[in-house]
Nanobody
Framework: QVQLVESGGGLVQAGGSLRLSCAAS????????MGWFRQAPGKERKFVAG????????YYAESLKGRFTISRPNAENTMYLQMNNLKPEDTAVYYC?????????????????????WGQGNQVTVSS
């Protein structure tokens, strides 16, 4: 049974930092890339960042580059999202997800519908 479990969310003041974690189990990790998406109230779920199974290749939503960092140390089963200089507009439920790699990750990493498995979501609230 595949499970993706997020942790590390919470309430933080604007300008602060949070690190989200996503622990994966039940997957053959060497075949799955992973990503983070977020969904604000009343909005659609949007791509935040993605990372290849090896951890070598990373991808970001253009507007978040420089503030958010995705990592997957030693191709482990845990993925992280370091979020710095948080803003109130970063408030959302953050989801981790897994997508099967097939040599086309750059094309699909930001496409929500391509992902095979999802975590339950983790609330991040940034106060002004």
């Amino acid at each position: 049974q595949v499970q993706l479990v997020e942790s590390g969310g919470g309430l933080v003041q604007a300008g602060g930092s949070l690190r989200l974690s996503c622990a994966a189990s039940g997957l053959t990790l060497s075949t799955y890339a992973m990503g983070w998406f977020r969904q604000a109230p009343g909005k659609e779920r949007k791509f935040v960042a993605g990372i290849s199974w090896s951890g070598v290749s990373t991808y970001y939503a253009e507007s978040l580059k420089g503030r958010f960092t995705i990592s997957r140390p030693n191709a482990e089963n845990t993925m992280y999202l370091q979020m710095n200089n948080l803003k109130p507009e970063d408030t959302a439920v953050y989801y981790c997800a897994a997508v099967k790699e097939g040599g086309r990750l750059a094309l699909i990493v930001a496409r929500r519908d391509e992902y095979d498995y999802w975590g339950q979501g983790n609330q991040v609230t940034v106060s002004s």
